[in-house]
């Protein structure tokens, strides 16, 4: 059996939750407010511009979400309703397109989501060893498997 968390395990665990969620949080509401993009739209969008050029298959898009393909499929509905992307059925499956709208809603958004995570996280981190900070989030974002 796994021993509980010690005060200091439970200390790191909530600063690490709670400042990871407001930076996020803030960032996405700062977004929403300039461009009325949520944070999974501005994902999204953002995905397919940078990772494919505009247009990826939806189990690409749903794998570099990390998301599973029933939640995708449904936040593509909203935005395919609002005219932000489109979908087409292809050899290989689904692909997903940005439109012009979606483009536009993108290239107003990065300015916002550039000054928001500098506001949030690269101004409020200034002094302190930014090369060790990368290595722990790297760490900590890699895959990892309890070791038994």
Do not use: C, N, Y
């Not at 494919?52 to 499929?73: F, I, K, N």
């Not at 101004?123 to 070791?147: K, W, Y």
Request: aromatic share 2%; glycine share 8%.
């Amino acid at each position: 059996m796994t021993a509980p968390l010690s005060e200091q395990e439970q200390l790191l665990w909530h600063a690490w939750k709670i400042a990871a969620d407001q930076v996020r949080q803030r960032v996405a509401e700062e977004i929403k407010t300039g461009t009325g993009l949520s944070d999974p739209d501005f994902g999204i969008l953002t995905r397919l511009v940078e990772l494919g050029g505009g247009e990826l298959r939806q189990s690409d898009l749903a794998t570099s979400m990390q998301w599973h393909r029933s939640r995708l499929s449904h936040q593509l509905t909203r935005m395919e309703q609002r005219g932000l992307l489109g979908r087409r059925s292809a050899d290989a499956g689904v692909h997903v397109q940005i439109t012009d709208e979606g483009r536009d809603a993108v290239r107003a958004a990065r300015p916002i989501h550039a000054a928001a995570v500098r506001r949030h996280l690269v101004d409020r981190t200034d002094g302190i060893d930014r090369a060790t900070l990368m290595q722990v989030l790297e760490r900590l974002a890699q895959d990892s498997s309890p070791s038994r």
